[in-house]
């Protein structure tokens, strides 16, 4: 969905045993604005880990795993 859009839905990951270790996600209601930027998106998420291949994993779990819910803003 292309900003500007309200968020119907979303839920942080909390099942990710190597998950993020910071999540920004947006409660429903939140418009996200045409502006962008890294703080004006649907959600963040921060990974760390001693290997690449472990984040590149996280993130790959992440991404299969979340679910961010929009609707057009008129």
Known sequence: ???PCRVIAAEPLTALVD???AQ???PAGYVVPR???YEHV???FRFRS??????ESAIAKAAAEFRLECAAVS
Do not use: K, Q
């Open 42 to 44: 649907g959600a963040r």
């Open 50 to 55: 001693l290997c690449t291949r472990e984040v």
């Open 1 to 3: 969905m292309p900003a």
């Open 24 to 26: 920004v996600v947006p």
């Open 19 to 21: 998950g993020p270790y």
């Open 35 to 37: 502006t962008g930027g």
